[in-house]
């Protein structure tokens, strides 16, 4: 099954979108540890045990955390998400993990590597749902967002989710839903709806024909 990730376009404290873009990839930070192809999540934590990290702690488990999500866990056809300030970015995983020889370097410091093509976007941080925007807070750079995988998809396909508008009393909330340009829809929906009555209410909203 398909995942979607988050993936920071800071590899070594260093902006590199427009490299991202460019290049179609996304990457990681952690040079001079060599190509990492075939490294399991405890071989990559000893090797940052040593120099030149050194790393122990929080700080170890913080990095190889991270850096095993690009290198072992994310698939080819996952979906990425690249926040970058109040733009978000789309992307598809296009390959395994890559080492780049080339970018292994204090100065450029984004060695390791996968292809992508970018999708829709950019999109305002704004657009985004309550719940994914809060998911964007982790501090790491990479970091599993699958549980919004539905989410993600529709938004990189350029469609836009329906939005949390205002809550009045303790019982509705007000959403809109743009169904074509310059036509919104708006609907106040009880906040304990469960997943049947959405279910039902969609079925009634496909009656609403009257052309």
């Given amino acids: 099954m398909s995942k979607a990730w988050l993936v920071r376009p800071l590899p070594n404290d260093k902006n590199r979108i427009e490299e991202f ?124 967002l699958s549980k919004h995988y539905d989410t993600i998809k529709s938004l990189s396909e350029g469609n836009t989710i329906i939005s949390t508008c205002s809550t009045y009393s303790n019982e509705f909330t007000d959403v809109e839903y743009p169904i074509r340009p310059g036509v919104v829809v708006k609907l106040s929906i009880p906040n304990n709806i469960n997943q049947s009555e959405a279910s039902r209410l969609s079925d009634f909203v496909k009656t609403l024909y009257f052309q």
Avoid: C
């Fill in 21 to 144: 873009k460019s290049s179609n990839i996304v990457a990681v930070g952690w040079p001079l540890i060599g190509d990492l192809t075939g490294k399991s999540r405890e071989e990559i934590k000893l090797i940052l045990q040593a120099p030149p990290y050194n790393y122990s702690s929080l700080k170890l488990g913080n990095a190889y955390a991270t850096i095993d999500i690009l290198v072992n866990q994310m698939s080819i056809g996952d979906l990425v998400l690249i926040p970058n300030g109040d733009d978000i970015y789309f992307a598809k995983i296009n390959s395994n993990y890559h080492y780049e020889k080339s970018k292994d370097t204090n100065d450029e410091g984004y060695p390791h590597q996968r292809k992508v093509s970018f999708l829709a976007g950019p999109i305002a941080r704004s657009q985004l749902p309550e719940s994914l925007r809060k998911s964007l807070k982790v501090h790491r750079a990479t970091a599993d």
